[in-house]
């Protein structure tokens, strides 16, 4: 399951690639017919798209960089965690009886793995993620305290 929720992940990335390349390109065409500063003192639309090029140009780094290590991470994702580690996919609840499922991966932060059911979407941490280090190293049934709420960790693989 944790190989073919990261496949999924490494297309995702991959999809996001596609979709800032084709806004590189409109961006770039929305600056070269944008007028100049000689043209027009009070039109930032050239300047404004061309630092949005540079941040796509940046993100598409990102996304690249994410892959790769992805990619190379493919082989060494435990089959089964004991505990909340990296390459560990877990079911959190809160008290409230609301479930949220996280895979912790080098890379990928902050992107969900969407399913069917809400319920089931998959949330990508990394040990970079700031509630990792509240959830690394917890065991089956253990709990943290996060924004005044307590979490109970319902299943680890």
């Known amino acids: 399951m944790k190989q073919e929720l990261l496949q ?5 990335l991959e999809q996001n690639i596609k979709d800032i390349e084709i806004y590189v390109v409109s961006s770039q065409e929305e600056a ?3 007028p100049g500063a000689m043209q027009s003192h009070h039109d930032t ?5 061309g630092y949005r090029v540079n941040g796509l140009i940046q993100r ?10 992805l990619n ?7 089959p089964i965690c004991a505990k909340i580690e990296l390459g560990a996919y877990t079911t959190i609840q809160d008290n409230q009886n609301n ?8 890379a990928g932060e902050g992107e969900v793995i969407k399913q069917e ?23 089956l049934n253990d709990t943290y305290i996060f924004r005044d709420k307590q979490f ?5 693989q």
């Open 8 to 12: 999924r992940l490494i297309k995702q």
């Open 32 to 34: 070269i017919q944008a």
């Open 60 to 69: 598409k780094a990102f996304l690249l960089q994410a892959i790769q290590a």
């Open 117 to 139: 059911d809400l319920s089931s979407h998959v949330f990508i941490l990394s040990p970079n993620s700031p509630l990792f280090p509240l959830l690394e190293n917890k065991k």
């Open 45 to 49: 639309t050239k300047s404004e798209a």
């Open 72 to 78: 190379d991470f493919i082989p060494q994702i435990p």
């Open 152 to 156: 109970t960790i319902t299943h680890i």
């Open 99 to 106: 479930k949220r499922n996280y895979l912790i991966l080098p």
